[in-house]
């Protein structure tokens, strides 16, 4: 195990490194992220991570699911990213491909929901053993 850098992304206020696992899938689990479809989630998706100031790290799209590893600000709720992403993607596909109202009679392209977890640069021990050792003479706020 090398050595490696922090990479921390910053704000006009804050330096922050808070990155997502994020997976979301079509309804009913329909293969159908192939061929032009596929691209077009991809730019839509891409589109929307700009403009909402989200870093993609990694991002892949199978037939039936999307994984994307990503950096969101503090200031953005991943369940407001998520909505965005989700609900720009459905309605241009849907408006585009209008084949695709033989698969989804309703209005929706994906399933609800979504997984998601965070990854950490550090553990929650390491966090504990700083704040002891860099502040041994304040109050705490906990308990």
């Not at 997502?20 to 596929?38: A, C, D, N, P, S």
């Not at 991570?49 to 039936?64: A, F, H, K, P, Q």
């Not at 704040?131 to 308990?143: C, D, F, L, Q, V």
Request: net charge positive; hydrophobic share 35%.
């Amino acid at each position: 195990m090398g050595t490696e850098i922090m990479h921390y992304d910053k704000g006009k206020h804050t330096i922050y490194h808070n990155r997502y696992h994020i997976i979301w899938i079509t309804k009913y689990r329909f293969k159908v992220l192939k061929g032009e479809i596929r691209k077009r989630v991809r730019a839509i998706t891409r589109q929307v991570c700009e403009e909402l100031g989200v870093s993609i790290i990694s991002g892949v799209l199978s037939m039936d699911h999307v994984h994307m590893f990503i950096s969101i600000p503090p200031h953005r709720a991943v369940s407001d990213v998520m909505r965005r992403i989700k609900g720009r993607t459905s309605r241009k596909i849907q408006m585009e491909f209008p084949e695709l109202k033989q698969k989804y009679w309703g209005r929706h392209f994906w399933a609800r929901g979504y997984f998601c977890t965070t990854s950490g640069a550090v553990n929650e021990e390491t966090i504990l053993q700083y704040i002891e050792k860099y502040t041994p003479n304040s109050t705490g706020i906990s308990r």
